[in-house]
């Protein structure tokens, strides 16, 4: 008998060896997949939370009472708002108006201060609606000039 046969190909055993163990690290990795898919949602909400108390500071800095173009933050008018802070040395003003509304995500609280006849402080508050793990609230202050 010829005992020095070409072996060629896999033996059954060695097969279902190679799935088992390809089995094994396929399970592991799935749990960390996982956790890296839920870190990645919820940076993204947090950058959707600074993004809003960005914008909102950003139209209070730059409102311009010559240009009237319907501009509003949640559901209240930028010329309503800017009135409302240049009425009072200091006021708290809580949006959306309609805390029901579904159609905003966050609870926005506007704080502002005057520090002398030319210098608002502003502090903006943007809270989830529906607490998510690990989002917390995002809090942005800032000195602007009056508009």
């Not at 509003?72 to 409302?84: G, H, P, Q, T």
């Amino acid at each position: 008998m010829n005992k020095n046969k070409n072996k060629k190909g896999f033996l059954l055993i060695e097969v279902i060896m190679g799935l088992f163990l390809l089995g094994i690290i396929v399970v592991n990795c799935f749990p960390l997949l996982n956790i890296a898919i839920d870190n990645i949602n919820i940076v993204k909400r947090k950058v959707n939370i600074v993004f809003v108390a960005e914008s909102i500071m950003e139209k209070i800095k730059f409102y311009d009472y010559d240009f009237l173009d319907g501009e509003s933050i949640f559901d209240m008018e930028l010329k309503e708002l800017v009135d409302i802070f240049n009425n009072s040395d200091s006021v708290i003003v809580k949006l959306p108006i309609d805390e029901e509304n579904r159609a905003y995500e966050y609870f926005c609280t506007i704080y502002k201060n005057d520090i002398n006849d030319k210098l608002w402080k502003i502090s903006i508050h943007i809270s989830p609606k529906v607490d998510k793990k690990n989002v917390k609230d995002v809090i942005l202050q800032s000195i602007i000039p009056k508009p």
